[in-house]
């Protein structure tokens, strides 16, 4: 069974500071990995995906995604953080196994940049 | 803009009724997908449809069924309401089905709430 965890509710960070949002998966084949991002009263907007290939994956608004096999992590970062980057952030599994395209989202971490 | 539509924006009702909220993919997607956002449940997958037919099933609910037209759009019916069933309701499409790693998109939302 697929599975993926956001360990933190809230993450604050200062404007102008890298941001780093944690996110680990387990699935039994390969991991296709995503990161959606979702404002107030709007629908998620995809980020970025994992799904074979380089670690370090671009994205959209500068967002970067490291996928690592060992740790089985996707952590999101951002090297300088912008006030209007704070949203609510899913990271996302799909088992590269199943048939189906049944997506697993994590609970969220809602990301405050500080001014 | 995502591309994906969804109807009502909004939507209040009384327990014990019926509703169904409409979606239309974006131009060219095949697979509509559903989900329930609710602040205690987090964002959970309810049901897939691919070109019609049902593709995968998550945790929905006896009282609620779906659909998907021959012009692609799906209505997601909710019957027999309870107050607990008070949540944002999404709808996202994406390309394909059948295990590809395309990402999904999704529309803005129906906000229900069962008085």
């Known amino acids: 069974a697929q599975s993926v965890a956001q360990p933190e509710d809230q993450v604050n960070v200062a404007e102008g500071n890298p941001l780093t949002v944690k996110c680990t998966y387990s699935?039994?084949?390969?991991?296709?990995l995503f990161w959606y991002v979702q404002y107030p009263n709007r629908g998620l907007q995809f980020l970025l995906k994992y799904i074979t290939g380089d670690n370090l994956v671009k994205g959209s608004y500068g967002f970067e995604a490291e996928f690592n096999k060992s740790q089985t992590s996707f952590h999101l970062k951002k090297p300088s953080a912008l006030v209007s980057d704070s949203a609510l952030y899913f990271c996302?599994?799909?088992?590269?196994?199943?048939?189906?395209?049944?997506?697993?989202f994590g609970k969220g971490t809602r990301l405050h940049i500080l001014p | 803009d995502s591309g994906v539509t969804q109807t009502p924006k909004h939507l209040i009702t009384a327990t014990g009724q019926r509703v169904t909220l409409r979606c239309s993919p974006r131009s060219g997607d095949l697979s509509v997908y559903w989900y329930q956002q609710s602040l205690d449940q987090g964002l959970q997958f309810l049901i897939q449809y691919y070109n019609g037919e049902e593709r995968a099933k998550g945790n929905i609910l006896e009282r609620f069924s779906a659909q998907q037209f021959p012009d692609l759009h799906s209505e997601l019916n909710l019957s027999s309401l309870e107050l607990g069933d008070s949540a944002l309701y999404f709808c996202?499409?994406?390309?394909?089905?059948?295990?590809?790693?395309?990402?999904?998109?999704f529309g803005p939302g129906t906000r229900l709430t069962v008085t």
């Open positions: 699935v039994s084949g390969n991991p296709y």
């Open positions: 996202a499409s994406s390309v394909a089905g059948g295990g590809s790693s395309y990402e999904q998109y």
């Open positions: 996302a599994v799909r088992d590269g196994m199943n048939r189906d395209d049944k997506i697993i």
